[in-house]
């Protein structure tokens, strides 16, 4: 396998040393980074600390079992959650409120009530690429500032690339900084600069086209929302800095958390190699849903063979090998007919709890081919199928495995010394803090002996 | 029989796959499509393994039986200047404009003008017609917006509409609102047969229903195969276990007395199976819930080495079998 062994991440010792005041979760979407987020907290506040979580788009029922469905914007305690004084409070993050509170606490309030009513502040607030993480950033410095909890722990927003969540605040930094809306401020001052004459040629222009294409009263609309948000921009930039900041403080630790996918591991590594690159303290890699097996000595190989011989055995007339059926286009037969009788190797074994094809990757099923909810009838169920069904299960489980283990060598291979947790899938979604504190367990024991344990 | 194919779904489940593949599925037969993507991510080009599309059509993808793929990466600034140009004649004032950062700067703080050009574009495409009077395109696949923004792209008219009232803006968003909420259009949904993009689904077509834009079909990607459920697991590991090692040892495994190889492998084989019974009961629960839509159901197989070209051909002929004709 890999030459480098990455050394093992100690959840607990980082959840449990007193200097840890930040913890932040990144990755790319769908990898678990909010799962992991709630499933720290649940744990450090079990451990003895007074944490806060902010999550960011929890699934539904989730955030229901921590009890923070009602989008309130403050963090509320966690029920149920503590022991040595540990406390679990959580928050979901509703951005648009953020922003509002923002602008309230930044301009005189009769500005405040242009800028919130102004249409093009209601789209930007509530949709701009970016504005989830700046207002993330905005509500961590906040709850930073409140020094009520002795550990923070914040998720990230669910954008594609890890990134997103360091870049996304400057950007709208210098996009309500940027050229374009000063020219629409003062055109006067902008124009009046020697070489910059063409300048007022273009606004005069640009403001006559756009009030011919879209009406007066945008422009009119542009130019409030340009006036107003420029007396915020030094807020928004010392704000921004200020959490930057933060970031790179030596309380603050970075989790990178990945499913061990070729994709979620590339974004890791940039963001890994980003983080290196701000001086940004990177605590470890967190490799989310990875999968063990309690009989990694069958190989998928060995696995296959054997349930071939007992297939043979139950039915010799139709042996599984018949060719795949990848062509294009699919055979005129098929026109009009039944899809699942034009797939050679669909074998019917529904009637036994085999609900599928059993070559167990070839051939994928279909609608109407099989309905899945035909029980079995147990009289029908051999040993031998059974036997052959556990072996192709094994023989794709340990074809995961092997997959799963070639990503992790490669990201190994780049970055040896980041520390690694991994964290086995469970079979189904986490969704209550029974989950949450089965997580945070595969999280802090290494991996090896979780599995023994259900093996 | 729609013509524009929208597909969306949560971030990350298939949808540019499976636009990619719907497209060439709907290109059978001598016909012609158009792939559309509007998020300038150049997802279909590396899907397709070509150069960045440039803001162009261009062919990327012939099937057999003379059928063409086009593609088009549709970029909003383009798009707006396209649209000035067209309507106003603005040549290099447009381009001060770019080069001012004027167009950046108004299609990112009113994404409804961003969305009107965007779907006005495809939109275009649909109507388009040839010399000889028939459709360029037999049909346009769009690689739309994810679930959560999708109803609110799709919706311009509402969300021009208080930005401008009258004018030119406004008769464009009305009459590209026109062919979206026809039966032109049909709204595809990608899904997995996970909690949380289920959910997304289900909230996205109560959405668009809400506003009365078309739905279509649901497409089940990366489904994995259901090998043994509860039923035949708990058969296997009640009373069954000695006749399950017998039959291990039978192929070959080792010995099933007591200690013997092919005995030691059926807890550990059991356990995996419970997990996977527990996964299928599971994908049966989510398979209900996206049948309660009341919608077509398509599925498409998970390919466990990824998606190449040949993959990429080889769900579009799944799809295609699956599709209604
Ligand atoms: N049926 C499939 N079998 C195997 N892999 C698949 C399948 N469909 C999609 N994928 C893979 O899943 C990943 C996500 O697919 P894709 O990029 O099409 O999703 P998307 O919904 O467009 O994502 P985004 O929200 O980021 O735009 C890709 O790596 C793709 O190759
Ligand atoms: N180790 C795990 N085992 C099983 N399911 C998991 C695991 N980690 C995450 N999930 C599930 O994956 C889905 C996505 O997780 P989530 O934390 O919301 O991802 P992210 O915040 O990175 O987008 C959720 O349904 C969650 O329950
Ligand atoms: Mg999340
Ligand atoms: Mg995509």
Redesign the interface.
């Known amino acids: 396998m890999s030459m480098d062994v990455a050394p093992r991440l100690d959840i607990d010792v980082l959840l449990d040393d007193p200097e840890t005041r930040i913890v932040v979760c990144c990755g790319s979407?769908?990898v678990g980074k909010t799962t992991t987020a709630a499933a720290l907290g649940v744990r450090a506040a079990e451990r003895g600390r007074k944490v806060v979580v902010l999550t960011i788009d929890p699934?539904?029922?989730l955030a229901q079992s921590m009890g923070i469905d009602a989008l309130d914007n403050i963090p509320r305690r966690v029920e149920g959650i503590g022991g040595d004084g540990g406390e679990l409070h959580a928050m979901m993050l509703d951005m648009k409120r953020t922003f509002d509170e923002f602008v309230e606490a930044h301009a005189d309030p009769e500005r405040a009530r242009a800028i919130l009513a102004n249409?093009?502040y209601q789209?930007?607030s509530a949709?701009?690429a970016g504005t989830q993480e700046y207002m993330a950033m905005e509500k961590l410095g906040q709850l930073r500032a409140r020094d009520e909890w002795d550990l923070i722990i914040v998720d990230t927003p669910?954008s594609?690339s890890a990134l997103d969540f360091l870049d996304a605040p400057k950007r709208l930094g210098s996009?309500l900084d940027?050229?374009?809306?000063k020219?629409l401020m003062a055109p006067a001052k902008v124009g009046g600069r020697a070489g910059m004459k063409?300048?007022n040629?273009?606004?005069s222009?640009?403001t006559g086209?756009?009030s011919?294409?879209?009406?007066g009263?945008?422009m009119r609309?542009?130019q409030t929302?340009a006036a107003a948000m420029d007396t915020m921009f030094g807020g928004f930039r010392t704000r921004a800095e200020a959490t930057y900041r933060l970031l790179q403080a030596p309380g603050t630790a970075f989790l990178v958390v990945a499913a061990p996918e070729?994709d979620a591991l590339r974004e890791a590594a940039y963001f890994v190699e980003r983080l290196a690159a701000d001086q940004m303290p990177l605590a470890g890699l967190v490799l989310n849903r990875v999968h063990g097996?309690?009989?990694e000595q069958?190989s998928a190989e060995?696995a296959l063979?054997?349930?071939e011989?007992?297939s043979l055995?139950i039915d010799p007339a139709d042996p599984d090998d018949a060719p795949a059926n990848?062509?294009?286009?699919?055979a005129n037969a098929?026109e009009g007919s039944d899809?699942a009788k034009?797939r050679p190797g669909t074998e019917n074994l529904a009637d036994?709890?085999?609900?599928?094809?059993?070559s167990?990757?070839a051939?994928?099923?279909?609608?109407?081919a099989a309905d899945?909810?035909v029980?079995?009838t147990?009289a029908d169920?051999s040993?031998?199928r059974?036997?052959?069904?556990?072996?192709?299960?094994?023989a794709?489980?340990m074809?995961v495995l092997g997959?799963e283990q070639r990503t992790h060598d490669r990201f190994t291979a780049l970055h040896p010394e980041v520390p690694v947790a991994q964290v086995a899938a469970l079979?189904?979604?986490v969704?209550d803090l029974a989950g949450l504190r089965a997580i945070g367990e595969r999280l802090a024991v290494p991996l090896e002996r979780t599995k023994r344990a259900?093996? | 029989m729609s013509r524009l194919h929208v597909v969306s779904g949560k971030?990350?489940t298939g949808k540019t796959t499976v636009a990619a593949a719907l497209a060439l599925a709907l290109a059978?037969d001598g016909r012609r499509t158009l792939l559309v993507e509007v998020e300038g991510r150049q997802g279909i080009a590396q899907l397709f393994e070509t150069e960045p599309l440039p803001y162009e059509e261009r062919k990327i993808a012939t099937?057999?039986?003379g059928g063409e793929v086009h593609a088009l990466a549709i970029d909003p600034e383009f798009a707006l200047l396209d649209y000035?140009h067209m309507?106003?004649k603005?040549g290099s004032?447009g381009r001060?404009?770019k080069k001012?950062?004027?167009i950046?700067?108004?299609t990112?703080?009113?994404?409804?003008?961003r969305d009107v050009l965007l779907t006005g574009k495809a939109c275009e495409a649909v109507r388009r017609k040839g010399k000889d009077g028939r459709f360029v395109y037999d049909s346009v696949v769009m690689d739309a917006p994810p679930t959560g923004?999708i109803t609110?792209f799709l919706n311009v008219n509402d969300?021009v509409a208080?930005?401008?009232?009258?004018?030119?803006?406004?008769n464009q968003a009305q009459a590209v609102m026109r062919v979206l909420k026809s039966p032109q259009t049909a709204v595809h949904m990608v899904t997995l047969l996970?909690?949380?993009p289920v959910?997304e689904t289900a909230d996205g077509i109560a959405e668009l229903r809400a506003d009365g834009l078309p739905t279509g079909g649901v497409i089940?990607n990366m489904?994995r195969?259901?090998?043994?459920?509860h039923?035949?697991v708990e058969?296997?590991a009640n009373g069954?276990r000695a006749?399950?090692a017998?039959?291990?040892s039978?192929?070959?495994?080792g010995g099933a007395r007591r200690g013997g190889m092919a005995e030691r492998?059926v807890?550990?084989?059991?356990?995996?199976?419970r997990?996977?019974a527990?996964?299928?009961a599971?994908e049966?629960a989510q398979?209900a819930e996206l049948t309660g839509l009341g919608l077509p159901?398509?599925?498409?197989?998970?390919l466990?080495d990824?998606i190449d070209l040949?993959g990429l051909?080889?769900l579009?002929?799944?799809l295609?079998?699956?599709w209604p004709t």
């Open positions: 979407g769908g699934a539904r029922r249409p093009f789209s930007l949709g701009f669910p594609r996009f940027g050229k374009f809306i020219v063409f300048l040629v273009g606004v222009m640009m086209t756009v011919k294409v879209l009406g009263q945008l609309d542009v929302f070729r097996s309690g009989a069958l060995r063979a054997a349930a011989i007992l055995a990848a062509d294009y286009p699919p098929a899809p034009n036994c709890g085999f609900v599928d094809p059993p167990g990757n051939q994928a099923r279909n609608p109407s899945p909810d029980s079995p147990s169920t040993a031998e059974l036997a052959a069904g556990l072996l192709r299960l094994h794709e489980r074809q997959r079979p189904g979604d969704h259900a093996g | 971030g990350g059978a099937t057999p039986g000035l309507f106003y603005l004032a001060a404009l001012l950062g004027a950046d700067f108004a990112t703080i009113a994404p409804g003008l923004r609110r969300e208080g930005l401008a009232r009258t004018g030119p803006i406004h996970e909690e949380m959910q089940i489904v195969p259901a090998i043994l459920d039923e035949a058969v296997a069954q006749a399950v017998k039959a291990l039978q192929a070959g495994l492998l807890d550990p084989l059991l356990e995996q199976a997990e996977h527990e996964r299928v599971l049966r398979r159901l398509h599925e498409l197989e998970l466990t990824g040949a051909y080889r579009a002929t799944d295609r079998k699956q």
